[in-house]
């Protein structure tokens, strides 16, 4: 069967640490893939999206790498910070029909 | 700049009951979709709208209705609340190729 797979223990890393989260599919071959940022009791923040053809993505503190051979992402957070506490998902997109497909996500807790 | 809006942020209804959660953007986006979330599991598509008049079903339609007469709403209903239907509710919009998708805040719904 088709699903993505996001670790669904917390991921607990000392402040100053980097915090990598791992994405897993199987039997998709994606357009792209995103990662989104969630907050208790909110609604889903859009932090970066990488295609199909594209290794890695960087932006500010965050790098996000895509291989397409081992259906994996990885999504780094260097120098972690209490703020980054969140849960974060992971979604991909198909080509064919723009719709995406989500990961449960992974809470991560940055310990001061 | 208001983005996604959704009312009500919670709601406790009764089985049987009927409600509709409603949804709005001002960023002049032409597809809009709902979701719901559920503990350990993804956000699940449940109906979409690529523009006004155009509405389709996602992966767990049953038992909710849309429409989109407007680019700007998109309102879900529920015909007959059950139980299965408690679960936390999300409006997104977004450009056609979905490539950052903009969330609301969230509807908290507790069928009894």
């Known amino acids: 069967s088709q699903k993505i797979e996001q670790n669904s223990e917390a991921l607990n890393i000392q402040e100053g640490k980097t915090a990598t989260l791992t994405c897993n599919y199987t039997?998709?071959?994606?357009?792209?893939l995103q990662w989104y940022r969630q907050d208790p009791g909110r609604g889903p923040v859009f932090l970066l999206l990488?295609?199909?053809n594209e290794k890695e993505k960087r932006k500010e503190r965050l790098k996000v790498t895509f291989d397409t051979t081992l259906k994996q992402s990885l999504f780094h957070i260097t120098a972690s910070q209490p703020a980054d506490s969140a849960t974060y998902l992971c979604?991909?997109?198909?080509?064919?029909?723009?719709?995406?497909?989500w990961g449960a996500g992974t809470k991560l807790i940055i310990k001061p | 700049n208001a983005g996604v809006t959704q009312t009500p942020k919670f709601q406790v209804l009764k089985t049987g009951q009927s409600m509709t959660l409603q949804c709005a953007q001002d960023?002049?986006?032409?597809?809009m979709s709902w979701y719901r979330q559920d503990p350990g599991m993804g956000l699940r598509l449940i109906h979409y709208?690529?523009?006004?008049?155009?509405?389709d079903q996602g992966e767990v339609p049953n038992g909710y209705n849309v429409s989109r007469s407007t680019t700007e709403d998109f309102p879900l209903r529920l015909l007959s609340a059950a139980p299965s239907q408690t679960s936390v509710y999300f409006c997104?919009?977004?450009?056609?190729?979905?490539?950052?998708?903009?969330f609301g805040e969230g509807s908290w719904l507790t069928v009894v």
């Open positions: 960023m002049n986006h032409e597809y």
């Open positions: 039997n998709y071959s994606p357009a792209y």
């Open positions: 990488i295609r199909e």
């Open positions: 979604a991909l997109t198909m080509d064919s029909n723009y719709q995406l497909i």
């Open positions: 709208s690529v523009g006004a008049g155009i509405t």
């Open positions: 997104a919009s977004s450009s056609p190729t979905g490539n950052t998708i903009y």
